[in-house]
């Protein structure tokens, strides 16, 4: 079965600073990986996925998500902070029966 | 075009009372999931559609739980004789088709409080 951990419920960065906010897999076939973003009082909102081609993936808002098999980690990262970054970051894996399996989730503030 | 639109976005009611929530998804997907987002937790699967059918309800917590999606469009998530641990946000999704790079846009949900 697959499933996904995140490292950290709440994570703390200044404004201009790098994110990161880290997820790890498990999953005995190669896994489809994906990172959302939940804004107060909003719904999931779809940063980037991974599905097998290149392991650097860029998303939207200047994020991007390394995938490495070695280390079964998918951790998303940010060169430099926004206070409108501030939010609820998921990571989910998507399971053989097609549904998503989600991570706690992390709560990312900025500090201006 | 539209999002998934999702009705109440607030739903109050009685220990025991029976709730009806409601999912548009967006136009020509095939596919529809239902996820409850308890406090502090992540969204977890309940019930997914393909079509008219449900292809996968292994989420679904008891037989107090019944979605349907009768005409393959608009689904509607059941809860009878709802109890205070039923109280979460209960999320839908839609995809295009179920596939494994078909990604799942997701409503605002509903937020389910059981008094």
């Known amino acids: 079965a697959q499933s996904v951990t995140q490292l950290g419920s709440h994570v703390s960065v200044s404004e201009g600073a790098l994110v990161l906010l880290r997820c790890n897999y498990s999953?005995?076939?190669?896994?489809?990986l994906f990172w959302y973003v939940q804004y107060p009082n909003q719904g999931l909102q779809l940063l980037l996925k991974?599905?097998?081609?290149?392991?650097l993936v860029k998303g939207i808002n200047g994020f991007e998500a390394e995938f490495k098999k070695s280390e079964t980690s998918f951790h998303l990262t940010k060169p430099s902070a926004h206070m409108s970054d501030a939010a609820e970051y998921f990571c989910?894996?998507?399971?053989?029966?097609?549904?998503?399996?989600f991570g706690t989730g992390t709560r990312l503030t900025v500090i201006p | 075009g539209a999002g998934v639109s999702q009705t109440p976005s607030n739903k109050v009611t009685e220990k025991g009372k029976y709730v009806e929530l409601r999912c548009d998804p967006i136009?020509?997907?095939?596919?529809l999931y239902w996820y409850r987002q308890s406090l502090g937790q992540g969204p977890e699967f309940l019930i997914y559609?393909?079509?008219?059918?449900?292809?996968?309800d292994s989420g679904l917590p008891n037989d107090r739980f019944f979605a349907v999606r009768p005409e393959g469009s608009v689904s509607t998530l059941k809860i009878q004789r709802t109890e205070r641990g039923d109280s979460a946000v209960y999320l839908c999704?839609?995809?295009?088709?179920?596939?494994?790079?078909?990604?799942?846009?997701f409503g605002p949900g509903t937020r389910l409080t059981v008094l």
């Open positions: 989910a894996v998507l399971t053989g029966a097609n549904n998503l399996f």
């Open positions: 999704a839609s995809s295009l088709s179920p596939g494994s790079t078909d990604t799942q846009y």
């Open positions: 999953s005995s076939v190669p896994p489809y």
């Open positions: 559609f393909q079509g008219t059918g449900a292809a996968d």
């Open positions: 991974y599905t097998s081609a290149a392991t």
């Open positions: 136009s020509g997907h095939t596919a």
